[in-house]
Nanobody, 120 residues
Framework: QVQLVESGGGLVQPGGSLRLSCAASGSIFSINVMGWYRQAPGKQRELVATITSISTNYADSVKGRFTISRDNAKNTVYLQMNSLKPEDTAVYYC???????????????WGQGTLVTVSS
């Protein structure tokens, strides 16, 4: 019983910024990794960024422009997106590998997605 809810998507002009949020809720003991993926129409879902307790990882296409962070107390992950480009247009999905409360289980959970459109 774990859910992820994304928010923060919208329409922005090239060069603009958005911040996405993803809050996890439910019977959570801990979260090993949280991340963001995106999918444009007709294309495969691709990794954008991930974060663990000690590291972050970014797709080459967003390095230097996007920053992933998290608030462990709130089980929330953020994606600060700066210098947005039209190619960033996609539905952005939150993902987490969650350890549930006892009896402990590992679950991979996806959010419902939030649309980001970058256009002038």
């Amino acid at each position: 019983q774990v859910q992820l809810v994304e928010s923060g998507g919208g329409l922005v002009q090239p060069g603009g910024s958005l911040r996405l949020s993803c809050a996890a809720s439910g019977s959570i003991f801990s979260i090993n990794v949280m991340g963001w993926y995106r999918q444009a129409p007709g294309k495969q879902r691709e990794l954008v960024a991930t974060i663990t307790s000690i590291s972050t990882n970014y797709a080459d296409s967003v390095k230097g422009r996007f920053t992933i962070s998290r608030d462990n107390a709130k089980n929330t992950v953020y994606l600060q997106m700066n210098s947005l480009k039209p190619e960033d247009t996609a539905v952005y999905y939150c993902n987490a590998a969650v350890i549930t409360q006892a009896p402990y289980r590992i679950l991979e959970v996806w959010g419902q997605g939030t649309l980001v459109t970058v256009s002038s």
